[in-house]
């Protein structure tokens, strides 16, 4: 068997239970010829792998990509279902017309919306071009939940929303630069077009009278959470000499719509009218006896902002890019949305009187955006506290947010992980109001850690207290989330164990004394090992510490396989600091020796 067999095996085994007897049996199969693959050949995509397979067992389980897209999440367990539903027509006319990415297609296709990879995957299953097998992956570290080159696309995509059309615009004009009339087809959602990077493709496009663009937008009134006002078509009239609307829920109609676009001389753009249902996608819930869940830590902030005092005595202006329920914040504090315009989002504080609290709701993928915004309200912005919700698909590795966040002028960034660590560090802002005080909010539910910092926010408190008497071998300090991780794989360890709220703690004397008589200090951290906390610690108080963190990019996949495939189940790390622990024990034997 293959590497990729293999990888795959066990990708689609966690996903084993989610899948009916009929998809189990044709996902063996496929198996079977994966297996036998010859893949020596590294330039090969996983496409045309998968290719191969599908061709070697061409059984279709489904015939209707709709079923197939519905599959496709129910496996999953989670994604976004209702947008890539939205878009299905435009991507069935899409392949009607040969626009899948193939070569020789009519025109260029640079997918914007590149959450609807799952609606292409679902197209390429029912005509043939795919097994089942990557299906059961997705969202799993198998096949990617958004676009990329690997899998078929003309373009990928990581974080920013509205980079898609930034693309199309590049590749427009690059056509144009080399003298040919062959027109590149940009798919976008009404949502996406709120983007600054989206306002300037357009105007520039129109300015430099960029003639073979053909703008496709899915219209269906919502981002993550519905929009103020549906799309401005006098807004895109002022830009595109040729403005079409289409029934986007019928495919026919979109694809002749498309195809007369595509004939005819000049930029245009289509509405494809639609409609979407909630943003993510969410299984029935079992009916069982079993105890509610406690909420994501997240959702509470809406809660816990509200009962914040204010310097002015004023509500807070809280100001959030369709971010509104992530953070519970609806019917617990007064928020404008501004619809997935973060840029827009940190500009509104730029000029609100001194006093008022000022609230951003973002994300680690959005604050990306608004990034030389947020360097802006760092040097003028009075009491500004950043919401920074915590997305597992972009926290960790080499773009990990924290790290960036924290090199921002006068920015001081928390992962406060209770309820009074979260009021720690909004009495913290009030205090010193000329710094930016990031929170990220994590989007999990777990157990609060048996002790917190909000007495000393800024520095740490002991979870598993050391022993004073003598020096000790190990010591494991955590930051954050990290910390309910360690906590409960230390439970039968028993290692002194420190949980800091801050990334870069300012540790007093104290710590540091307890710290230093310590052989090996182990940090774990959950956002990214280089330059992070662990590295803070080592840096600035000179301590001997080993870092255990994300080191590589963070995988896109479920949270609980995800927390395991970086070594951060609990049961890893219990293993991890039980061997720290041993060897350094050994080492001082050898040493007395």
């Known amino acids: ?62 015939d209707d990509s709709g079923d197939v897209l519905r599959r496709m999440h129910e496996i999953a367990g989670f994604g976004n279902y209702q947008s890539c539903l939205s878009s299905l027509p435009t991507v069935h006319a899409c392949f009607e017309l ?72 590049s590749r427009a004009r690059d056509l144009t630069r080399r003298g040919e009339s062959r027109k590149v087809v940009c798919l976008a959602g009404d949502g996406e077009l709120h983007e600054g990077v989206t306002f300037e493709c357009i105007r520039w496009a129109h300015d430099t009278d960029l003639d073979n663009l053909v703008l496709v937008v899915d219209a269906n009134d919502r981002g993550i959470e519905p929009l103020d006002k549906p799309l401005s078509r006098d807004y895109l009239r002022s830009y595109f000499p040729t403005v079409v609307e289409a029934d986007g829920r019928d495919a026919a109609a979109v694809r002749d719509a498309l195809d007369t676009l595509l004939r005819a001389p000049g930029r245009a753009a289509l509405v494809c009218r639609t409609h979407k249902g909630e943003h993510s996608f969410k299984p029935p819930a079992a009916a069982s006896a079993a105890p509610p869940r406690i909420p994501s830590f997240a959702t509470t902030t809406g809660r816990m902002l509200a009962a914040v005092p204010t310097p002015s005595g004023r509500p807070p202006a809280v100001f959030t890019a369709d971010m509104a329920n992530r953070f519970g914040l609806p019917g617990k504090v ?33 604050y990306m955006d608004s990034l030389s915004m947020l360097t802006e309200a760092a040097t003028s912005v009075r009491n500004l506290m950043v919401l920074a919700g915590r997305n597992w698909a972009a926290w960790g590795g080499a773009a990990n947010a924290f790290n960036l966040l924290a090199l921002l002028t006068d920015t001081r960034v928390y992962e406060p992980v209770t309820e009074g660590e979260f009021h720690a560090v909004a009495r913290r802002l009030a205090a010193e109001p000329g710094t930016v005080h990031v929170l990220s909010m994590v989007d999990a539910r777990f157990t609060p850690p048996a002790a917190d910092c909000s007495d000393a926010v800024d520095d740490g408190v002991w979870i598993t207290p050391p022993d004073g008497a003598a020096d000790g071998d190990t010591v494991v300090v955590s930051f954050g989330y990290a910390t309910t991780l360690v906590e409960e794989a230390n439970t039968g360890l028993g290692l002194p164990h420190l949980h800091c709220t801050a990334l870069n703690p300012l540790l007093g004397r104290p710590l540091l004394e307890a710290l230093r008589r310590f052989k090996r200090v182990v940090s774990v951290e959950y956002n990214g090992a280089h330059g992070g906390f662990g590295a803070w610690l080592r840096n600035r108080y000179l301590l001997p510490v080993t870092v255990h963190g994300v080191e590589n990019d963070i995988d896109n996949c479920v949270h609980d396989e995800q927390l395991r495939r970086h070594g951060m189940a609990p049961d890893q790390l219990a293993a991890l600091l039980d061997t720290v622990h041993a060897e350094a024990g050994e080492n001082r034997a050898v040493a007395r020796a």
Do not use: C
């Open 1 to 62: 068997m293959n590497g990729l067999a293999t990888r795959y095996a066990e990708v689609s085994a966690a996903a084993g239970n989610r899948m009916t007897p009929a998809e189990h049996t044709v996902v063996q199969r496929e198996l079977s010829e994966l297996a036998v693959l010859d893949l020596q050949d590294t330039a090969v995509s996983p496409l045309e792998v998968m290719r191969a397979v599908a061709a070697a067992v061409p059984e279709r389980l489904y």
């Open 98 to 169: 040969g626009l899948s990415g193939a070569a020789g297609s009519p025109a260029d296709l640079i997918v914007g919306r590149g959450h609807i990879a799952p609606s292409f995957y679902a197209e390429r299953y029912v005509r043939g071009e795919l097994p089942f097998l990557p299906l059961t992956t997705m969202h799993r570290g198998g096949m990617t939940g958004v676009v990329h080159r690997d899998w078929g696309f003309a373009n990928t995509m990581r974080y920013s929303l509205g980079v898609g059309l930034a693309q199309a615009v």
């Open 334 to 366: 007064a928020y404008d949305n501004t619809g997935l315009a973060e840029t827009l989002s940190v500009g509104l504080t730029l000029a609100l009187p001194d006093d008022d609290l000022k609230v951003v709701a973002t994300d680690a993928m959005y």
